[in-house]
């Protein structure tokens, strides 16, 4: 109900723009309500007159809710902050998807018809690959923050993402653990039934090919797997130097246990799967030494990072996660690009985005690559008496 | 050596499941697809009572048990009591189990959610033996001593005490039992909560053993424990026993010989040979049934 009204106050707040706007105003997206959009000045000198209206669809219940969550506090956190620097104002309207595609592809049509400047989300990447497509058709730019699944930018050129595909994010994992660990031989463990642990294979086989390192042995699962007994005892049968992981948490905590307790001490270098707290919190003791790369590294000192560490703490009172940093960042990166033109209309903007370099951020040096994707270094994490460290 | 205890011990996990599952099935001749949920149920009632409550493990199994045996008559009552007189009752029974499954997940969904949950550290004493060059776990020992200590308790009830008599005569004719002054309801009822408790003590134990609890793990066993009833004879309880122990040491050895993908092809593969070769199973008795 709440969505309906929503959608009728919105609707009737684009009339009453389209009958305030005269013919003169002339501005180059050609929309209604982009005319008001365009601004004077640059950078932080740019000033606009209207309010840029941002749509976010993300997963604020079902089963991505824990992600959703992190998220929605990362882009509130950053439109405070947004909302006390002068001269661009956002309306900010952040939409629940219930991890459900078909949700988010209703949600997107909704926010294409209110005409947004641009639409941030959805969380997952399968609900991307569906609902994306709806903004592309209309010329209404995306920016996803925590889709990492390869192919979601191939849907078209207003689709844009800042967070790391695993295709990024593993070669550096794997490259920073040969050279500490020495790895020439290594067992490869992956769940061959789920599309992400599956493409989280394909490009841990193709960095370890391009490393040099032997896989002297690929042994599947299946997701839903907990015993991992009799498949560590043939791995540890091959004497690797470490065991490579692709795989979701829930199959991460029980392998990396039974793991240690069969007296497997060799480093276990895992996906992105692997990237979350639980894992220290459930599997314990058997978690350390447990490699795993990331796209924000929690304990980064550029100024970007600590600042926004401090903003988080003081607002939620607990520390942000990975998500909560992409959201975060997601909406400070548009923010630049707005300000870039100073113009808020949809050309301005997807022009804008493409075009971001070594912007300092709370990921790093950031700039979006000539596919739109994200491109900053990635952090390769090691666990330490029960928490992520930089490997050095 | 190590993958002979590692099929050991997935084949007493597979056993502890299947022996509830067995019992409604050889006595009631009913198939209840509950029984996974409850498995699931149990592990999430355990681990609160274990985190939030503050009870001991050994405290915590008892009141399990009991939340499972209640769970069995809930089941009962709600699933198969109000279907027993229809003549598609095998198939009805069946189907409302299945959605008396469903509506279980999600509650438990509603009130857990969707990430997995695990025993807090140290609830179970993290003792390893080395046996031949092999690492043994504590709960892996337990988990098979219990199996067989099941297995032959309830082979014993069965067989030899007033219960299991009336068990038995429901198990051969409902209608003569009852006109011999069974109490068929009563009998029924106590079958679906031994049935239960047996399932919620092995959800229990199997989250320690994996050191995981999920809202699907009772879905991801449902089907080997099946294949175990099947396996073992339908409703012999040392046949449940033999039958996971089989199933666990074929999916160990294809591992080990064969590839880890082929694991389930094989263990599937040997129970399409044993059917074959002994239709009624390894311990099964021919049923003989009147039409």
Redo the contacts between chains.
Sequence with gaps: MRTKLHTVAAASAAVVVLASCSSGDGGSGGTAASGELTGEGTGESCTIEAEVPIGAVLSLTG?A??YGESQQRGLELAAEELAETDGVTYDLTIEDDQTDPRQAITLFDQFVQEDVSLIIGPTLSNAAVQADPIAQDAGVPVLGISNTAAGVTDIGDYIFRNSLTEQAVIPQTVAAATEEFGLENVVVMYS?DDAFTESGYEAFAAALEEEGVEISET???SK????F???L??A?ASDPDALVVSAL??AA??LV??AR???IEVPIIGGNGFNNP?LMA???EAAEGVVVGAAWNSSSDNPENQAFLAAYEEKYGAQPDQFAAQAYTGLKLVDRAVRANCAADHESIQQALGELEDVPTVLGEFSIDENRDAEHPAVVQVVEDGSFTVLQ | M??LL??I??GS?YALFAIGFTLVFGILDRLNLAHPAVFAASAFVGIELVERVGLSLWAALPIVFVVGALLGLVIERVAFRPLKGRADAHFAGLISSIALAGMLIAVLQWRY????R?FP?GSFPDT?YEVAGA?V?LVQLVILAISLALMVGLTYMVTRTRLGRGMRAVAENPTAARVLGVNVDRITAVTFAISSALGAVAGVL?AI????A?L??G??IELKGLAVIIVGGMGSLPGALIGGLVLGLA??FA??YIG??WRDVIAFGLLFIILLLRPQGLLGARKVREV
């Design positions: 089963a809710a824990s061959n042994i599947t699962f839903t797997d907990t015993d007994r009799a498949l005892t043939q540890q948490i829930e905590v029980p246990t039974q307790e069969m007296g639980q459930d599997a314990g | 190590q993958q590692n099929g011990f997935i996990i959610g969707p990430d997995t695990r550290p390893r690492q776990t199997f053993n994996v050191n995981t999920q699907g793990m879905s991801a999916e160990v591992v080990q880890s993908s």
